[in-house]
């Protein structure tokens, strides 16, 4: 007997690329009903609704997004907070050429060095280097800067305000360069930070040093070809003379999953190579090990709930990456630095450990052959970190787009 495909309600919003509420509001108004579950009263879908809503078909989804687009001249970056090199091999895959890249962590620097022995690496705190050799010669300035709280010396966030923190030294690399385009990047939390003090901080920051900021956006990973739940917030600068519009990439109708990752087919042209890796301590395994694929800290006993969860069993929310194996038809969900910490845990589907160190590669969509320095711990770090490459080939086309459009206009009539 061949069980049916339900999908929950998180999933079916992922496949239809629409959000939980608005499915809770389609249920409501009987446009898309879900089924309730009889014990839990979840709401859950049958793959044939979603085949018939939206020409979904498991493994069959015909993509018709296409963002690809061909440089019409060289293109160039200078990215800071270069971290591992995912943002930049995603744009270097998109046609855009690295300048230089500039980042603190050794590992990382030696990372980019032994994969891009030709990219020019700058070690060390940014704070360190004067960036005026690029001025009017660089395309795109691009940074992961972190996320860190101003202060505020008066009702209106000024550029000199913000002096100490890194987003004041990626605004000043900026100022400096002078770019058509720039694009931060960083953890959609950053919306929320300080009471949404911070962004707006950064925006006017932007605005006093020239650039309009394009209205901003969370991308989800997995609407750009990568196999993970990560969400990454988009903070675009459009310099104020240019008067064409930035758009971001299409999100992608196909979603890969874990199985997409780790084995031969679409995404990788052989399974994932076997490498070094985590392992949980004992206790941890044990608990670990009763955890079904897809499954997590509900669906152990309740005596082993309450010890394993400890005060946090007591409190409210859902902590669903706690205890947590990932299934094979399902995507990863996002990585963290450290893959076997108690708050969020990735369990393999079939093996009760962490994912290795090729297999983290493999989810955030780097090719086999990039190789990590440092010991385990490190490679994790520069991994978890890293922007999934594939999201920032999607991004660079999105880039590649609007500066087509602007060099394009430069060389039109008045």
């Not at 959000?19 to 389609?26: F, G, M, V």
């Not at 995912?86 to 046609?95: F, M, Q, V």
């Not at 050794?106 to 960036?131: H, M, Q, Y």
Request: glycine share 8%.
């Amino acid at each position: 007997m061949v069980m049916e495909k339900y999908y929950s309600l998180s999933e079916a919003s992922e496949v239809l690329g629409k959000s939980k509420e608005t499915l809770r509001r389609w249920d409501r108004a009987g446009k898309l009903s879900a089924i309730r579950e009889p014990i839990s009263n979840y709401r859950v879908y049958k793959k044939e609704q979603l085949s018939l809503f939206s020409d979904f078909l498991s493994g069959e989804i015909i993509d018709t997004v296409d963002n690809s687009v061909t440089p019409i001249k060289g293109y160039n970056v200078l990215e800071l907070f270069a971290g591992a090199g995912g943002l930049a091999i995603g744009l270097e895959k998109s046609g855009i050429k690295c300048v230089a890249l500039n980042e603190i962590d050794k590992w990382a620097c030696k990372t980019l060095r032994e994969n891009r022995p030709n990219w020019n690496v700058l070690e060390g705190d940014i704070k360190s280097f004067d960036f005026t050799q690029y001025k009017d010669n660089v395309d795109i300035v691009t940074g992961g800067f972190p996320c860190q709280s101003f202060s505020y010396a008066g009702k209106r966030l000024g550029f000199q305000d913000a002096r100490g923190t890194l987003f004041y030294e990626f605004a000043r690399v900026v100022k400096e360069v002078n770019p058509p385009i720039c694009i931060g990047e960083n953890v959609k939390g950053l919306l929320s930070h300080d009471g949404g003090k911070t962004i707006q901080g950064m925006m006017s920051i932007l605005d006093e040093i020239g650039y309009n900021v394009v209205p901003l956006k969370v991308l989800k990973a997995i609407h750009y070809n990568v196999p993970q739940k990560r969400e990454r917030l988009i903070l675009v600068g459009i310099r104020k003379d240019i008067d064409i519009k930035y758009s971001y990439p299409e999100p992608h109708i196909k979603i890969y999953n874990l199985k997409d990752a780790l084995k031969k087919g679409e995404l990788y042209n052989c399974d994932v190579p076997v490498s070094a890796g985590s392992n949980y301590p004992q206790h941890k395994k044990e608990v670990l090990d009763l955890i079904p694929p897809k499954g997590y800290w509900r669906d152990l006993p309740l005596e082993i709930q309450k010890e394993y969860m400890g005060k946090s069993f007591y409190l409210g929310g859902g902590k669903t990456g706690m205890a947590r194996r990932i299934g094979w038809d399902e995507p990863s969900l996002t990585l963290t630095c450290s893959p076997a910490q108690k708050q969020t845990e990735r369990c393999h589907p079939d093996e009760t450990r962490p994912f290795t160190v090729r297999e983290y590669a493999r989810i955030q969509t780097f090719p086999d052959n990039w190789k990590f320095e440092g010991s385990v711990s490190q490679q994790y770090k520069q991994i978890g970190n890293a922007v999934p490459c594939n999201l920032g080939q999607e991004i660079g086309y999105s880039i590649v787009k609007f500066l087509n459009e602007y060099y394009s206009s430069l060389s039109k009539p008045k």
